[in-house]
């Protein structure tokens, strides 16, 4: 069984969108038309600016076996991004700070137990191809979402404070956020 990643590319069009209208994706995951619109300019190399967080957002498939199951989405903060206050304390002083969202979108993969062990071969991946000097991740699922937290648990993430969300398609909802600081031992 093994596990890899790209960065997504038009080639991957078909199936992230066909990810995005799975309803188990749509129930925790921005489906707007602008997000889509996000991932496209992605994909095409971001020719032109994107409205959505500013085009901060990059975008991953992970493979079971050269089959693609998981997206990913990863973005930088940092003082220049001037994130919202509660994550400011965990913003790195050392090293690199990037928040992920993660879903399983293939209907196939989905509750056999690959969640936690891709999100970590995910983490190893970025470390080592993309961003070495990356030395917390953060994630932020919705307190609605218990499967994603004890996920993400598993995956060595711990929550550090709980927040409400202002503005954007989740407006209101409550969430918790969780840290994962990597030792260089664990690259
Ligand atoms: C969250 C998500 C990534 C988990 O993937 P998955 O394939 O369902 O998860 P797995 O099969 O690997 O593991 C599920 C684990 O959650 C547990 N679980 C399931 N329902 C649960 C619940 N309601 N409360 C707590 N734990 C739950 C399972 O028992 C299992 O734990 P175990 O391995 O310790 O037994 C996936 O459901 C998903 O992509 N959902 C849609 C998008 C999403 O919610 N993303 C997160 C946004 S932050």
């Given at each position: 069984?093994t596990?890899?990643?790209?960065?997504?590319?038009?080639?991957?069009k078909?199936?992230?969108?066909?990810?995005?209208?799975?309803?188990?994706?749509?129930e925790?995951?921005?489906?707007?038309?602008q997000?889509?619109?996000?991932?496209?300019n992605f994909?095409?190399g971001?020719?032109?600016r994107?409205?959505?967080?500013?085009?901060?957002?990059?975008y991953?498939?992970?493979?079971?076996d050269?089959?693609?199951?998981?997206?990913?989405?990863?973005?930088?903060?940092s003082e220049?991004?001037?994130?919202p206050?509660?994550?400011?304390?965990?913003?790195?002083k050392t090293?690199?700070?990037?928040?992920?969202?993660?879903?399983?979108?293939?209907?196939?993969?989905?509750?056999?137990?690959?969640?936690?062990?891709?999100?970590?071969?995910?983490?190893?991946?970025?470390?080592?191809?993309?961003?070495?000097k990356?030395?917390?991740?953060?994630?932020?699922?919705?307190i609605?979402?218990?499967?994603?937290?004890?996920?993400?648990?598993?995956?060595?993430?711990?929550i550090v404070?709980?927040?409400?969300?202002?503005?954007g398609?989740?407006?209101?909802?409550?969430?918790?956020?969780?840290i994962?600081?990597?030792?260089?031992?664990q690259i």
């Amino acid at each position: 069984m093994t596990m890899t990643f790209h960065s997504a590319t038009l080639k991957d069009k078909d199936t992230i969108f066909e990810w995005l209208d799975n309803p188990h994706v749509q129930e925790f995951w921005d489906n707007s038309p602008q997000h889509r619109q996000d991932i496209e300019n992605f994909m095409g190399g971001r020719q032109t600016r994107s409205p959505y967080f500013g085009g901060m957002n990059s975008y991953w498939v992970g493979l079971l076996d050269n089959h693609p199951y998981a997206f990913i989405i990863t973005h930088e903060e940092s003082e220049k991004t001037d994130p919202p206050e509660i994550y400011k304390p965990y913003i790195s002083k050392t090293g690199k700070t990037f928040g992920i969202d993660f879903c399983i979108g293939s209907k196939n993969h989905l509750g056999k137990g690959l969640a936690a062990p891709t999100l970590k071969a995910f983490m190893h991946y970025f470390i080592k191809a993309v961003e070495p000097k990356t030395d917390i991740f953060y994630i932020d699922p919705f307190i609605n979402n218990p499967r994603a937290i004890h996920v993400y648990q598993k995956a060595g993430f711990k929550i550090v404070s709980e927040f409400t969300q202002q503005g954007g398609f989740f407006d209101q909802s409550k969430g918790v956020l969780m840290i994962k600081e990597i030792s260089s031992e664990q690259i």
